[in-house]
């Protein structure tokens, strides 16, 4: 509605983020185009670990009533693109029509809307590999819209934040708001899977352009990661790193618990690369094995 407050702006003033100008905003021009690559553009892997991370969280309305019916579509669909295999992206998008109920509900449910956010975010990664800019453009909107909702109700939701640092990088790949979101992101939900994730791919392309906070966050996140042994999306982070990027991982790496150590390298080697671990041997150091 017209005059209507940004809720976008509320949201950041009101976690003592102080206003946005208008011209701060996300807008159109710099938008990649089909013949480019997005910015952000995940491996099936890890666009995978969007529906696994926190998944018994999902598809619920304010009503606080599971959504059984879609959430049978959850799991087969995760377990397909974790292994890199094709997937039915009707299946996404009966999500997406079962939930944006919430956004005409009367009661604000920031959890509902930012689980609907997240599956906008799958619809428009779905049209970015097909390379559909126009589709993906539209996409990225109706997701914009849910985040914003969501931190319209509650400005402490990580999910709603990262998406809009996801949105506002994909569009200009690097501005302050992006840094205000991203900071946000971590400051609402440093170790939720989903968006720890989605920062430090982020934070990896932007690197070495990183402030000491930053750089403090994204070798924090990977430590995490590797301490809980989720080496293997350490690895799967390094393969799709830049070279200069690769560094901070595997120095940090190299002081994780062994296992975590392995389970990198092995993913880093099935990519078709190597890395250089303390806990792991070199590559013919034992040919007869």
């Known amino acids: 509605m017209a005059g209507s407050p940004d809720p976008i702006k509320a949201a950041?003033?009101?976690?003592?983020?102080?206003?946005?100008?208008?011209?701060g905003g996300p807008h159109r021009e710099g938008y990649p185009s089909s013949a480019g690559k997005p910015v952000v553009k995940l491996a099936a892997r890890l666009a995978g670990l969007i529906m696994v991370v926190g998944a018994a969280l999902w598809l619920s309305v304010s009503t606080g009533v599971k959504r059984i019916d879609s959430g049978l579509f959850l799991r087969p669909v995760a377990l397909h693109m974790m292994a890199g295999e094709p997937y039915?992206?009707?299946l996404i998008e009966a999500m997406d029509a079962d939930m944006s109920v919430v956004l005409s509900d009367p009661v604000c449910d920031y959890q509902a809307l930012q689980d609907l956010a997240v599956v906008r975010a799958a619809l428009a990664e779905t049209a970015f590999q097909g390379d559909d800019a126009d589709?993906?453009?539209?996409?990225l909107t109706a997701?914009?819209?849910?985040a914003k909702a969501s931190l319209a109700c509650s400005p402490g939701s990580p999910r709603a934040w990262t998406i809009l640092?996801?949105?506002e990088h994909i569009r200009h790949e690097d501005t302050p708001l992006l840094r205000t979101y991203l900071r946000k992101s971590f400051q609402t939900g440093a170790y939720e899977g989903w968006p720890l994730i989605r920062r430090m791919e982020i934070l990896l392309s932007l690197y070495p352009k990183l402030d000491p906070a930053e750089?403090?966050?994204l070798k924090q996140s990977v430590n995490w990661l590797a301490v809980k042994q989720w080496g293997e999306f350490v690895g799967e982070l390094y393969l799709a790193a830049?070279?200069?990027a690769r560094i901070v991982i595997r120095d940090v790496l190299a002081q994780a618990p062994e296992r975590a150590q392995k389970r990198a390298a092995d993913v880093i080697r099935n990519g078709g690369e190597d890395i250089d671990l303390p806990a792991v041997e070199p590559l013919g150091s034992r040919p007869w094995k």
């Open 88 to 90: 039915d992206a009707a």
């Open 242 to 244: 830049k070279p200069e």
């Open 215 to 217: 750089l403090a966050d």
């Open 143 to 146: 997701t914009e819209q849910a």
């Open 165 to 167: 640092a996801w949105i």
């Open 135 to 139: 589709l993906a453009d539209r996409r």
């Open 12 to 23: 950041i003033a009101a976690a003592g983020q102080g206003a946005i100008s208008d011209t």
